[in-house]
């Protein structure tokens, strides 16, 4: 009786392994056969600025970026194919910028030194357009990155101290150059040395390095679950938080790649990036429940368009890139077809 009792027990335990290991190979299989699709629409060239760069886009669809024509360079928004420019410089070049859900938005822009001894100048544009420039009392430039729904900006000025910005008052951060805040006030950035670049979070006051396997880790976005997604040694690269609250990396390129990087994540997790082949054709990618895909194997084989570069998603899975549209240089916003 003794030795059919364990060969019951056993058998039971085989099958209640059996049974589990089945449902995760079905749900595996699951999240693979789910079946993503686009529809891309170009974000126009306007009269004033050609050409246009991207840098971000919302959660209610409106994008930013900024253009440059003749000696002028602008700043604008752009959601359903209206624009909007929030700013227009002359002798001033306009080189990023960023935007929160409440339109709210910040840009950076560099003065040729022979008409000031400014480097970077940087600026806040509130929901309602009006301007007002980001200035550290120690510093007379810096560059902008990243804002949050809050209000609170990052960057970092001339000397490479990382700040918090709001309203006219600065927090430092240390030497570190930030590139993204997210709502909770943790901030992705990156320490640059002169032999190894160190990937690392800023939260309540301490700078937390992410674990590599490399020598140059850079991170580039950070989500409100505190993902953090960038690169290492040029391979695209997501650190999430283990169970016990400690970060752990995640390789998300395993292909043959030359070089790769993950440039934006949203709430649920989805990432988009760029990879670089050895042959020098580039895609914009996106990394789905673990599936690593290219999204142009996403989109209409007959819709005239290649895309080279995804630069951000928001938490609805609208995906903002850059490419080419009937063989010339184009910018994509690409919606998820229901």
């Given amino acids: 009786m003794v030795s059919k009792f364990f060969f019951n ?11 589990i290991a089945a449902i995760n190979f079905s749900l595996v299989n699951r999240s693979k056969r789910i079946e993503l699709r686009y529809e891309p629409f170009l974000i126009q060239e306007f009269a004033e600025a050609n050409p246009v760069y991207i840098s971000k886009i919302n959660n209610s669809g409106t994008v930013v970026g900024y253009g440059l024509a003749n000696q002028s360079s602008y700043v604008f928004h752009w959601k ?4 909007r420019i929030l700013s227009s410089k002359n002798n001033e070049w306009f080189h990023s910028s960023s935007i929160n859900n409440y339109n709210a938005s910040i840009a950076s822009l560099s003065i040729p030194s022979h008409t000031s001894t400014d480097k970077n100048k940087s600026v806040y544009f509130s929901p309602d357009g009006k301007e ?55 901030v992705a950035a990156t320490f640059y040395d002169k032999y190894e670049d160190i990937a690392l979070v800023w939260d309540s006051g301490e700078a937390i390095p992410l674990p590599t396997t490399g020598i140059r880790s850079v991170a580039l976005d950070i989500n409100e679950s505190g993902e953090v997604v960038g690169y290492v040694d040029g ?3 997501k650190w999430q938080l283990s169970f016990w609250g400690k970060y752990q990396q995640k390789i998300l390129d395993r292909t043959d ?10 709430k649920q997790g989805q990432i988009v990036g760029t990879v670089q082949e050895r042959s020098g054709h580039s ?28 630069i951000d998603i928001n938490d609805k899975g ?8 009937d063989g010339k240089r184009a910018n994509f916003l690409l919606k998820p077809v229901q």
Avoid at 80 to 83: A, D, L
Avoid at 257 to 266: D, E, H, L, Q
Avoid at 287 to 302: A, M
Avoid at 318 to 325: F, P, R
């Fill in 257 to 266: 790649s030359r070089i790769s990087r993950a440039n934006g994540i949203n």
């Fill in 9 to 19: 027990r056993k058998t039971l335990l085989l099958a209640t392994f059996g049974l």
């Fill in 235 to 237: 391979k695209a690269i």
């Fill in 283 to 310: 895609y914009g990618f996106l990394w789905h429940r673990g599936n690593f895909v290219d999204l142009n194997s996403l989109i209409p084989t007959d819709s005239g368009c290649e895309l080279m570069a995804a």
């Fill in 132 to 186: 007002q420039e980001i200035l550290p009392n120690t510093s007379r430039s810096c560059t902008v990155s990243d804002i949050n729904d809050s209000g609170n900006v990052v960057g970092s000025d001339e000397e490479g101290i990382g700040f918090i910005w709001k309203d006219g008052n600065f927090q430092s951060l240390g030497y570190l150059e930030p590139t993204a805040i997210n709502a909770h006030n943790i």
């Fill in 80 to 83: 359903n194919g209206n624009t």
């Fill in 318 to 325: 609208e995906i903002i890139g850059v490419g080419t549209y």
